[in-house]
């Protein structure tokens, strides 16, 4: 369970302070998938990598139980002068898991060839993510933080993602920050709408896509 309580946060910019989270606060209940949604730079990235403790909030307070995931797609754990299967073996042991089987899921799921021995500073974003996907769904989390990465790869690399979270929320939590609507009906039954610092969270989907929609027009 993740649950923050008036949670603020603002960047300095020339203009002055952008406020990304004004007051935010949402509960992220045990074994349930939950998307945001927002517009390109409302803030939503920001918000995951404060779920996941990455990022500090200026204000406000967070709760967190369980074994919560990286931010899937924030490839800021990675480091570029080791390769994909020396990247593996690192956050396997960082993780307490066993070194060879994370390693070859990760190979096997990524479906990277040969890059996948080679450094991560000669990588794409997308090969970055899909092996920072693949490496999560080697790992057992209680919660998983996914940014956008489901629209990573061809038709069948984002049919395996769907698959493996199919799999996963039976038994773990998902939060998903996206701006595609498709994406958040295609992975979550619940769903928030973060706009101008403000978070509303919404029941269901549905209601979540009528006011994300106005606030996109």
Known sequence: MIELKNVYKTYPTITG????LNNASIRFADR???????RN????STLLRIVAGVEQADGGDITRTGRISWPIGFGGGFSPSLN??????????????????????????????????????????GMRARLAFGLSMAVDFDIYLVDEVTAVGDVHFQAKCRRAFEERRERSSVIIVSHSLETIRSYCTQCAVLNAGKLQVFDNVDEAAKVYQEVSA
Request: charged residues 25%; negative net charge; hydrophobic residues 35%.
């Open 17 to 20: 302070p952008n406020v990304v």
């Open 84 to 125: 994909g299967e020396e990247n593996c073996r690192f956050v396997a042991r960082v993780y307490g898991e066993d070194v060879d089987r994370v390693v070859e899921a990760t190979r096997e799921f990524a479906d990277l060839g040969t890059y996948f021995y080679m450094p991560i500073r000669t990588y794409s974003s």
């Open 32 to 38: 349930e998938s939950m998307g945001i949604l927002g």
């Open 41 to 44: 730079g409302a803030g939503k």
